[in-house]
């Protein structure tokens, strides 16, 4: 398992722009990675994840809204998301497994990441 710390969340206001990052303790050429987001009251749920190779992939409801990348040289992932709304609030958790592949976008995609950080909270206000 590796270690991961996210940061970078906070309180904005709709049209805003937030990039969160995951510090992992491994290197993340190393490892598919994800962002997970957990609404109030909600499941958690795969939001965009990346392959150790740098090949991302996005759920359909946030494609062209977040931009996933990795910086190589310091071992942290990033959650770009532009244009914030208010169904973007949730507790943001990154996600690491064993694997540099990634599995193809499916229900089941939390399953497949044994390592998990803590999350942060971004809270959107319209």
């Known amino acids: 398992e590796v270690d991961l710390v996210e940061s970078g969340g906070g309180s904005v206001q709709a049209g805003g722009n937030l990039t969160l990052s995951c510090q992992a303790s491994?290197?993340?050429?190393?490892?598919?990675m994800g962002w997970f987001r957990q609404a109030p009251g909600k499941e958690r749920e795969a939001v965009a994840t990346?392959?150790?190779?740098?090949?991302?992939q996005y759920d359909d409801s946030v494609r062209g809204h977040v931009s996933i990348f990795k910086d190589y040289t310091k071992n942290i992932l990033y959650l770009r998301i532009n244009s914030l709304k208010p169904e973007d609030t949730g507790l943001y958790h990154c996600?690491?497994?064993?694997?540099?592949?990634?599995?193809?976008?499916?229900?089941?995609?939390?399953?497949?990441?044994?390592?998990w950080g803590q999350g942060t909270q971004v809270t959107v206000s319209s």
């Open positions: 996600a690491a497994a064993q694997y540099r592949t990634c599995p193809s976008w499916s229900v089941n995609l939390r399953s497949y990441f044994d390592s």
């Open positions: 491994g290197l993340i050429s190393l490892l598919c």
């Open positions: 990346m392959t150790g190779s740098g090949i991302p």
